[in-house]
């Protein structure tokens, strides 16, 4: 799976009912997260649209460096 839910669960509330599954954020959203806050504690003024694309930048290198096995 390239792009898993970062914090998945699942459970079933009762054993006659479905079981329900909340996937959660993605893992490359969770990376972006953590980039974003770090780009933000350096550099408050930059424009949020700039940071965003920034941290997914960061999370999509990342995700490929996982991919990859480095």
């Given at each position: ?6 914090f998945?669960l ?18 490359r959203d969770?990376?972006?997260a ?37």
């Amino acid at each position: 799976m390239n792009n898993p839910p970062a914090f998945p669960l699942s459970f079933v509330a009762h054993p006659t009912e479905e079981t329900f599954v909340a996937k959660g954020m993605t893992l490359r959203d969770y990376f972006a997260a953590q980039a974003m806050q770090a780009i933000m504690t350096r550099s408050p003024a930059t424009p949020f649209s700039n940071v965003a694309n920034y941290a997914y930048e960061q999370a999509k290198a990342m995700m490929e460096a996982r991919t990859n096995g480095l």
